[in-house]
């Protein structure tokens, strides 16, 4: 059966391995390939938890989701701070979907909780199995993010995780594109075990991209069945109606997850959203933002050219007024970094702009950029890898990014940035019509 499944999944993916001939001539590194998709099978029993992930829900709450093919096996996760020990208990809530022939498994949904911050927690679902153990992210800074997207499941995606998983970090981010099933659902599945090593350990906080839409006319008109049946985020906490945009507090950051596949134009219910929930931070308690969405407003690559161009046109000043330190995208396969922009010009008081799709999908990369560059446009490499957001306190962060070399990991680009929130200079012109100023960044 499971041979079948990759035969097939072979044949379906075949036109991917004979793309990417075209190197890029000015730089020494010579590109890899894209590598063959993973595909992860489960070995337990009908009623083991499979796929496990995490997320956080509200300050102190976390959600545990996890699936089970036996549609008997209960919703409730055990948790404590010693291995072994479980003195808490939690019971949720469960789902499932069809999609044409295919029929998922149980989708179990826990919220355990309150947890204390900076702790790891040892955990168990649905009443028995194994043993798994998570962290909560700290009451104070520093805090560090792992950002990364256009993840999808192949060798490279392996390693990207890998090289993640390296270091320290808190909370991973993913600015869409998750699995790369493209209707194929079972690699959903496949995708959840893939990187339940990684997400049943830290919350990770998705957006959807896409391939998550997954319509098809008629049998499927409303799209995005899996993706929210699988990745359900805290939307509701956030006073969000839809799980395709939310927000969340963690220590002293609001991040926003929006939604590029959905309407954003100034009479949607998720324009409304952004407006009010921009509205609500206070910079004093959270002087970081950052937001999150899958197709770039900047971007000098020829791939995706212009496809975040609306959505940019439809929300750029209200992120701007605000003043959102930074705004990362995926989508593009390849990084890059931008200065701070606000239409189309540098400016100290707009967020900078960081395209991060480079996570190691079957697709490969996106290798040619505009020549000469932007001078918005300040590092730009067609290489898998990851980032690193490191918030050092309320004014300084270190932001890093770090190249898939083969097996091993390289930090290729670095910055140091300060929060807007700090800058007196920009609070003063927020509700004036934008003259550029002449600080430096
Ligand atoms: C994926 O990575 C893990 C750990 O880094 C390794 O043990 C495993 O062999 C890798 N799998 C594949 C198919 O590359
Ligand atoms: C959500 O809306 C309610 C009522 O309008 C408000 O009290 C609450 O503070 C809001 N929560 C967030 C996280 O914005
Ligand atoms: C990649 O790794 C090789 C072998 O370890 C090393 O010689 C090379 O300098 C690295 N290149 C980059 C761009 O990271
Ligand atoms: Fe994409």
Known sequence: MEKLLLV????????????????????????????NVIFTPHHGSDSEAQQVH??????????VTWITDDKQAPSIVEYGKQPGKYNAKATGDHTSYRYFFYSSGKIHHVKIGPLEPGTIYYYRCGGSGPELSLKTPPATFPLEFVVVGDLGQTEWTN?????????????????????????????????????????????????????EIETFPIIEPEGFKAYNARWRMPYEESNSSSNLYYSFNVVGTHVIMLGSYTDFEDDSDQYKWLEADLGSIDRKTTPWVFVLLHAPWYNTNS??????????????????????????AGHVHAYERFTRIYDNEADPCGPMYITIGDGGNREGLALTFDNPA??????????????????MDEARAHWSWHRNNDSDSFSADEVWFNSLSTSTACWAIVDEKVPPLNDEL
């Open 159 to 211: 390693a990207t995780l890998a090289h993640v998983q390296s270091h320290y970090y808190d909370l991973f981010l993913l600015p869409g594109d998750l699995s790369y099933a493209d209707t194929s659902q079972p690699l959903w599945d496949s995708f959840g075990r893939l990187v339940e090593p990684y997400a049943s350990q830290r919350p990770w906080m998705v957006t959807e991209g896409n391939h």
């Open 8 to 35: 097939l999944l072979s044949i379906f993916f075949f036109p991917q391995f004979i793309l990417h001939t075209q190197a890029s001539k000015d730089e020494y590194y010579s590109r890899p390939p894209a590598r």
């Open 54 to 63: 995490v997320s956080l829900v509200g300050r102190d709450h976390m959600r």
């Open 374 to 391: 932007s001078p918005l446009s300040l590092y730009r490499e067609p290489s898998f890898g990851h980032g690193r957001l490191r918030i």
């Open 303 to 328: 791939a995706h050219r212009g496809e975040g161009e609306s959505m940019r046109k439809a929300m750029e000043e209200l992120l701007y007024k605000a003043r959102v330190d930074v705004v990362f």
